[in-house]
């Protein structure tokens, strides 16, 4: 590192980290070395491999640790269809109308309807989606798509789920959003050895805009009370209230969740329906600092490894 590397690191550890990380030039790090870089970075201390203790730490811990075949299924948002139909019924999972695709030239759009959803199968983020296929901006779709399926999901953070899933784009019905102007919300729910312990409510998200946007985030319990439990992102401004399928939201992510230490179940409710979103064993990666610090210990306590 240079002199003025080595002074932005001492000032923002993460800033630098998280830059090396997207230029590939940590590729060639073991699982364990990156992880804990990467944790001594966010953290500004050194991870706890062998009494882990926060949430922050364990998930890292359940990277190396607790690696099943079915977790690959799981976290493929294509093969995760099947995954949920099998569980808990294909009434529960948002149909595909297209796909999957390696490339995005192999899709005709004019077998697709007015308003569809584009997803790639294996990262964060890799949607586009079309309201109005008379309008719909083709070649900055495939900008998006093509840069996502380039993209090694499995390098920036080590999450050992995606590292055999294969880069796909598919096609799935649009989900209208509600009509209280935070557009679609997921209702993410943290499991605990199986159980569903608390839920979070992300709104404000629309990947349909390409202004800036801001996304909220609200922490309630299983009696649906809001905690004051954040993360990553500021409570909404209107309380989000209580989905009409809340109780069945937690029959289902407990039974999605069975046989696993920790996973987060996330789910669309549109029209009185509810639809499985995505599965996913890690949070953010387990990277992002809890703005209320106690609760990163509170739930390191509710993961038995």
């Given at each position: 590192?240079?002199?003025?590397?080595?002074?932005?690191?001492?000032?923002?550890?993460?800033?630098?980290?998280?830059?090396?990380?997207?230029?590939?030039?940590?590729?060639?790090?073991?699982?364990?070395?990156?992880l804990?870089?990467?944790?001594?970075?966010?953290?500004?201390?050194?991870?706890?491999?062998?009494?882990?203790?926060?949430?922050?730490?364990?998930?890292?811990?359940?990277?190396?640790?607790?690696?099943?075949?079915?977790?690959?299924?799981?976290?493929?948002?294509?093969?995760?269809?099947?995954?949920?139909?099998?569980?808990?019924?294909?009434?529960?999972?948002?149909?595909?109308?297209?796909?999957?695709?390696?490339?995005?030239?192999?899709?005709?759009?004019?077998?697709?309807?007015?308003?569809?959803?584009?997803?790639?199968?294996?990262?964060?983020?890799?949607?586009?989606?079309?309201?109005?296929?008379?309008?719909?901006?083709?070649?900055?779709?495939?900008?998006?798509?093509?840069?996502?399926?380039?993209?090694?999901?499995?390098?920036?953070?080590?999450?050992?789920?995606?590292?055999?899933?294969?880069?796909?784009?598919?096609?799935?019905?649009?989900?209208?959003?509600?009509?209280?102007?935070?557009?679609?919300?997921d209702?993410?729910?943290?499991?605990?050895?199986?159980e569903?312990?608390?839920?979070?409510?992300?709104?404000?998200?629309?990947?349909?805009?390409?202004?800036?946007?801001?996304?909220?985030?609200?922490?309630?319990?299983?009696?649906?009370?809001?905690?004051?439990?954040?993360?990553d992102?500021?409570?909404?401004?209107?309380c989000?209230?209580?989905?009409?399928?809340f109780?069945?939201?937690?029959?289902?992510?407990?039974?999605?969740?069975?046989?696993t230490?920790?996973?987060?179940?996330?789910?669309?409710?549109?029209?009185?329906?509810?639809?499985?979103?995505?599965?996913?064993?890690?949070?953010?990666?387990?990277?992002h600092?809890?703005?209320?610090?106690?609760?990163?210990?509170?739930?390191?306590?509710?993961?038995?490894?």
């Open positions: 590192m240079n002199k003025n590397t080595i002074m932005l690191w001492r000032e923002n550890p993460w800033r630098i980290a998280n830059s090396l990380a997207r230029r590939g030039w940590l590729n060639g790090l073991s699982d364990k070395t990156y804990s870089l990467m944790y001594r970075a966010a953290f500004l201390k050194k991870i706890n491999w062998k009494n882990p203790r926060t949430f922050s730490e364990k998930l890292q811990w359940l990277k190396l640790n607790d690696r099943k075949d079915e977790y690959t299924r799981m976290v493929d948002k294509y093969e995760a269809k099947q995954f949920v139909a099998d569980c808990i019924g294909k009434e529960y999972v948002v149909p595909v109308i297209g796909g999957p695709w390696e490339n995005f030239e192999e899709i005709d759009f004019d077998k697709l309807p007015d308003q569809f959803v584009l997803k790639t199968t294996h990262d964060c983020g890799g949607v586009v989606i079309c309201k109005d296929k008379q309008t719909f901006d083709i070649k900055s779709a495939k900008e998006i798509l093509k840069k996502h399926l380039q993209y090694n999901y499995y390098l920036h953070c080590r999450e050992w789920p995606y590292k055999n899933v294969q880069p796909r784009i598919f096609a799935e019905e649009y989900l209208s959003a509600e009509s209280d102007g935070l557009g679609l919300k209702y993410k729910f943290f499991t605990f050895n199986g569903p312990k608390l839920m979070y409510i992300a709104s404000g998200r629309d990947y349909a805009r390409k202004e800036e946007q801001i996304v909220y985030a609200d922490f309630f319990d299983m009696e649906f009370n809001h905690i004051n439990l954040r993360i992102h500021e409570n909404s401004p209107i989000p209230s209580k989905p009409a399928n109780e069945l939201m937690i029959e289902c992510a407990r039974k999605l969740a069975q046989g230490k920790h996973l987060r179940v996330d789910f669309y409710e549109v029209d009185g329906c509810l639809y499985s979103g995505e599965l996913t064993f890690f949070h953010c990666g387990g990277l600092k809890f703005i209320t610090e106690e609760w990163d210990s509170i739930l390191g306590d509710w993961i038995n490894i």
